[in-house]
């Protein structure tokens, strides 16, 4: 059985950085869509950014474009997703997902396959 763990949250000032990690066992990461997730208290969960298998192609929601960043590497297993310029609004609980198929849209949480735990995010001065 697959499962993705997310590592790397914290608290964090405004204007700081996070690197938060989503690692992957029982399946190769590299084959699958790696999606970020956020979901703040009393809010829907929503997507934030997605890397696709076969060319890397990296999508953001426009709250996220030019502060955050999506990468892999195969040989760890592990998507990261780089967050600067953080702002009160990016608090919340970050989850990775992985999606086999990507057929469908990447910030549809119903297409995603496995899901982690999440790492809590915290701006705040």
């Known amino acids: 059985q697959g499962q993705v763990v997310e590592s790397g949250g914290g608290l964090v000032q405004p204007g700081g950085s996070l690197t938060l990690s989503c690692t992957a066992s029982?399946?190769?990461?590299?084959?699958?869509?790696i999606g970020w997730f956020r979901q703040a208290p009393g809010k829907e969960r929503e997507g934030v950014s997605c890397?696709?298998?076969?060319?890397?192609?990296?999508y953001y929601d426009d709250s996220v474009k030019g502060r955050f960043t999506i990468s892999r590497d195969n040989a760890k297993n592990t998507v990261y997703l780089q967050m600067n310029s953080l702002r009160p609004e990016d608090t919340a609980v970050y989850y990775c997902?992985?999606?086999?198929?990507?057929?469908?849209?990447?910030?549809?949480?119903?297409?995603?396959?496995?899901w982690g735990q999440g790492t809590q995010v915290t701006v705040s001065s």
């Open positions: 997902a992985a999606d086999s198929v990507e057929t469908g849209g990447w910030d549809d949480v119903g297409v995603y396959d496995y």
């Open positions: 890397i696709t298998s076969i060319s890397d192609t990296a």
């Open positions: 029982g399946f190769t990461l590299e084959h699958y869509a």
